[in-house]
């Protein structure tokens, strides 16, 4: 039951965050990442008990990669890389002057955020059904949102004109104000994934550790 509180209110207070940074005001930042931190948190103590009680316990099925989950996982990642390609030719072709650097900052974040996803989605696969399999896919989800907000900003921001404040191409930058409703949570979804892709790889490097002391290697006789 502890667990299952610290991982709903680790979710709860990464969704007040996100909350705030679409909604709130500029003088809210500080309670936006103040939530994000204590979020991360929890879900990261939740994520460490999971482990611990999850270890005493056997494991009923090896998690499979190759499960109906991780193909769609799998499926929208390729379609948030067929996106990102659609921005980065738009942004090689069709923007101009400032609307250039404008379309490009908005595809190197959503970049950033496609490449943790991948990460995480590659480094880590917990059993299915387990509380750290709830997490991950709350961070890929994050992690997917933020790379196709960014990649439909940066599409919407390559119709502007030289200035980068005129609209030059409609159809483009009617995009824009869809992708400014998703974009914002790249900058939760790329701390996240760092701290979850940072988080991942101690806790394999400590089950190493433990395991090569449980079994320590017999020196050649």
């Not at 990442?33 to 999971?50: I, M, Y």
């Not at 004109?161 to 869809?178: C, F, K, P, Q, Y």
Request: glycine share 14%; proline share 5%; hydrophobic share 55%.
């Amino acid at each position: 039951m502890k667990r299952r509180a610290l991982i709903v209110g680790g979710l709860g207070s990464v969704a007040v965050a996100v909350t705030l940074l679409i909604f709130g005001s500029p003088s809210a930042a500080i309670f936006t990442f103040a939530f994000l931190g204590v979020g991360t948190a929890l879900l990261l103590v939740g994520l460490a008990q999971t482990r611990e009680r999850e270890g005493r316990e056997p494991r009923r099925r090896a998690p499979s990669p190759d499960s109906r989950r991780d193909r769609a996982i799998w499926i929208g990642g390729a379609v948030l890389a067929g996106l990102a390609a659609a921005a980065a030719v738009v942004a090689a072709t069709v923007a101009v002057g400032d609307a250039t650097g404008h379309a490009v900052g908005h595809l190197a974040v959503g970049l950033a955020c496609l490449i943790l996803f991948v990460g995480v989605a590659a480094a880590w696969h917990p059993t299915p059904g387990s509380g750290k399999a709830s997490i991950r896919g709350m961070v890929l989800l994050v992690l997917g949102v933020g790379a196709f907000g960014s990649f439909i900003e940066s599409l919407g921001g390559a119709g502007y004109d030289a200035a980068n404040i005129e609209r030059r191409v409609e159809s483009l930058t009617a995009l824009h104000g869809i992708g400014v409703l998703f974009g914002p949570v790249a900058l939760l979804a790329i701390p996240l994934g760092l701290v979850t892709l940072l988080a991942v790889g101690f806790t394999a490097a400590v089950a190493k550790v433990r395991h090569s002391e449980s079994f320590p290697t017999s020196p050649p006789g």
